[in-house]
């Protein structure tokens, strides 16, 4: 996939300005392919902050509704400015191969999360969201904006992860002012979202299949993917191990005292480093990985070298949810993981493939040359009203 | 006189469940009924015999917590292959002769199968149809004159591996199966009285692996047979539907899934809970539609092998009796009514003296089990009646 192939798409003014985190980052240190970004917001002060630079553009959107002075935190207007700009907006995305949406939900903006996927999606054009939830200190009207907003994302996205901001902190948030932890945290995003970025922009020793991605993500455009990822770069001697021991304890895979890794069933494992990047360091990294998944887990690497990179080692790590699995809520017991026995059908074939079906590895129920064990909703071609 | 316990064990797809009854003055009483989820069952077919086994002690454990212990159980079976087949045997006279019950029986074992050891299938149960003397239809031809007797059995078949699979499970367990007993047969044993045995009734049981049918009619077994379609083609329809897993579609189905769209509740939304994204929510009308559709090609799939077995579903003037797990989706029994055009009602055990509370609660689930117990009864009834193998082959060589 070429870089003018993936667009990078902020919503709203907290993610604006880590879009120019990212695209100042792409500018320094992969100067061959400049990111597209379009940073879109309704409020016009982000013109200010955004230093131009090439592959960048800013859109402020719903002016006529707006004056250009944003939401005030109303979500409804969010969605309803961007249905008035709706056809110059998606004139302005063109047809890119992949879009990377990031939006911070909590502020009004972001209430055009809904209808700019579903355009996106209407145009066959994959997306993967960074949506964050916004800090618990943030106020009870960010948290409702928020819990409303984000549903309507996770219905629309190919695949999807919600961020709690608070999340991205953990470990570090007693050591740091108030000004840091907000960079902090925008770096943290930046870091992961630029390296995905890499992955699927630039070719490395280890090719990642970007198609192969794309296909994954619009295999069932029915629910989302959903994915949560952790990013750690290191230095010097034992740069690697390092890596590992931040990836593998990294708070971004604890979700609701479950593991993540362990229970992803596809994780994409993205290394940048420079010239100077051995294929010892290579096998540390993978093999620590792996010993923090199950053996049944499907894992997609890249790689990338760039010399501006040399004597460092970044790694982004996205672990897709194993779709058959799930947190069942035990009364009295909290939150259990089941993990149910794949099947011969799950190595089939691109298997990064779904649901696991409970008739994999049973004989089918075929009566007049029809095998009912197929959905009936399938077989009968009928669109669900969700 | 000590009262004899008398166990039975259905080990369906999802739940295996035993049960403890005793017989005081003719009437059976159910003791205990107790049931696990099962492992190692699918579409009604055990996979995995270990986990069965496991499945199996886990719920004698259980009754034996109540001070109960069970060495001879009658255990339930059902299957996709399940066979049904019609015979005919004939004993033809010289010259007109009045039939005794031994030229009936001489005629019934014409028209019995002969099992050999090693053939695929195993004889369930034999279900006497209706005699023809001389062409003519009749009931019992004992005391009439002809000279030629036609007898016609039904006979249940299933394929020996999965039958010797469920005994070898009860035995590991340290069971005794007594008789293995088609769960149709189980289910009308208990659902069905004399009188909806005349008119004529259909038995559902529609379960979580499968749906098992049996139909009566002038009480006599015309139909009998399994589709391999239950309740977990409806959570496995919405675990694909809304790729979540078949616990949170298990869950979604029990909650929210009908066998008709239901208009009050079709506007709402479901909220779904996953590890890796926010909590989502789906339309209950898509839900319901998932759900719906499932069972209404099933009932349909059922209604059309019924017609090509020639059951005429008008003429059962008894109705649909439904049981199984399924039976509870909401809406299904109206549902049911109006794809079979026959009056349908969630079966429930007759012909019982006392019903533990966990069973009245709901009956429907618990048919199967307890048919299986009335089937064990009558079985010893039958025995103290029949003379023994041995005191037949004495009186036949005697002459």
């Known amino acids: ?91 302005q995305i063109g047809t890119p191969r992949l879009v990377i949406l990031l939006t911070c939900c909590g502020g009004g903006t972001s209430g055009a999360a809904e209808p700019l996927l579903r355009l996106l999606r209407e145009r066959g054009i994959a997306n993967v969201v960074f949506a964050t939830e916004p800090f618990a200190f943030e106020g009870e009207a960010r948290r409702r904006s928020a819990s409303v907003v984000l549903p309507t994302i996770c219905e629309k996205a190919n695949a999807v992860t919600t961020v709690p901001l608070a999340s991205l902190l953990a470990g570090a948030s007693d050591e740091l002012s108030m000004s840091q932890s907000f960079a902090y945290v925008a770096d943290r995003l930046a870091a992961g979202i630029s390296l995905l970025w890499t992955q699927l922009v630039f070719p490395g020793y280890i090719q990642f299949d970007v198609e192969y991605f794309r296909q994954y993500l619009e295999q069932d455009s029915y629910v989302p993917l959903s994915f949560t990822f952790a990013d750690a770069s290191a230095k010097g001697e034992g740069r690697a191990e390092a890596v590992v021991e931040a990836l593998t304890h990294s708070s971004r895979f604890q979700v609701r005292g479950q593991n993540c890794l362990a229970s992803a069933s596809h994780v994409i494992v993205g290394v940048l480093a420079g010239e100077d990047l051995r294929l010892c360091e290579l096998d540390t990294l993978m093999t620590g990985v792996k010993k923090a998944l199950s053996s049944q887990v499907e894992v997609m690497l890249g790689t990338v070298n760039q010399p501006s990179f040399n004597g460092q080692l970044s790694v982004v790590v996205l672990a897709f949810a194993a779709t058959n699995t799930d947190v069942v809520e035990q009364p009295g017991e909290g939150l259990q993981t089941v993990r149910k026995r794949s099947g011969k059908g799950a190595k089939a074939g691109k298997s990064l493939s779904a649901v696991k079906d409970r008739f994999d590895d049973v004989e089918c129920t075929l009566i007049d040359g029809v095998n009912y064990d197929e959905p009936t909703y399938v077989r009968r071609h009928i669109r669900l009203k969700r | 006189m000590a009262v004899r316990v008398l166990g039975a064990l259905d080990i369906g797809t999802q739940t295996t469940t035993l049960a403890a009854g005793e017989v005081i003055d003719g009437a059976l009483r159910v003791v205990r009924v107790v049931s696990t989820p099962t492992h190692g069952v699918k579409k009604g077919v055990i996979r995995n015999i270990g986990e069965v086994t496991q499945t199996i002690r886990k719920v004698f454990a259980e009754m034996a ?47 019995s199968s002969n099992e050999l050891p090693n053939s695929p299938d195993i004889l369930l149960q034999r279900f006497q149809q209706r005699f023809r003397v001389n062409e003519q239809s009749v009931e019992t031809p004992v005391g009439m004159k002809g000279n030629l007797l036609e007898a016609s059995v039904l006979e249940v078949l299933a394929p020996r591996t999965a039958v ?190 006392e019903l533990p509370a966990e069973v009245s609660a709901a009956p429907y689930r618990y048919t199967t089990v307890i048919g299986l117990l009335q089937w064990h009864m009558r079985s010893i009834a039958n025995d103290v009646r029949k003379p023994s193998f041995l005191s037949r082959v004495r009186a036949y060589f005697k002459g």
């Open chain 1, 1 to 91: 996939m070429k870089a003018e192939d993936i667009l990078f798409i902020s919503l709203g003014g907290a993610a604006a300005s880590i879009a120019r985190r990212i695209a100042q980052g792409a500018r320094r240190d992969l100067t061959q392919a400049p990111m597209r970004v379009l940073i879109l917001d309704t409020d016009d002060a982000v013109l200010q902050e955004v230093v131009h630079t090439d592959g960048v553009s800013v859109t402020i959107f719903g002016t006529q509704r707006l004056g250009g002075r944003g939401t005030g935190g109303d979500h409804t207007l969010g969605m309803g400015a961007f249905r008035d700009d709706a056809t110059t907006l998606m004139q």
């Open chain 2, 65 to 111: 917590k109540h001070k109960i212990d069970l060495y001879d159980v009658s255990v339930s079976f059902s299957a996709q292959e399940i066979k049904t087949v019609r015979r005919t045997g004939t004993k033809s006279f010289v010259s007109l002769t009045v039939m005794t019950e031994e030229d009936v029986s001489d005629a019934q074992d014409a028209a």
């Open chain 2, 164 to 353: 010797e699979a469920l005994r070898t499970a009860v035995a590991q367990a340290g069971m005794h199966t007594v008789d293995v007993v088609f769960s149709g047969c189980a289910d009308a044993a208990a659902v069905l009285d004399s009188q909806l045995r005349s008119e004529g009734a259909l038995v559902l049981n529609f379960g979580a692996g499968t749906c098992d049918y049996l139909v009566v009619a002038n009480r006599i077994v015309i139909a009998a047979g399994t589709l391999a379609i239950g309740g977990h083609h409806l959570s496995n329809d919405l675990a694909r539907a809304f790729k979540v897993g078949q616990d949170v579609a298990e869950r979604m189905k029990i909650e929210r899934g009908a066998a008709q769209i239901q208009p009050d509740l079709a506007g709402e939304r479901y909220s779904v809970q996953t590890m890796f994204s926010a909590d989502r929510t789906v339309s209950v009308h898509a839900i319901q539609t998932v759900t719906t559709e499932r069972v209404n090609e099933t009932l349909n799939l059922l209604r059309t092998l019924l017609i090509r077995q020639g059951v005429a579903l008008s003429d059962l003037r008894g109705g649909v009796w439904l049981t199984g797990g399924t039976a509870a989706l909401p809406n299904i029994v109206d549902q049911v009514s109006t794809v079979l055009e026959c009056s349908c009602r969630l079966g429930a055990p007759l012909n019982v003296a």
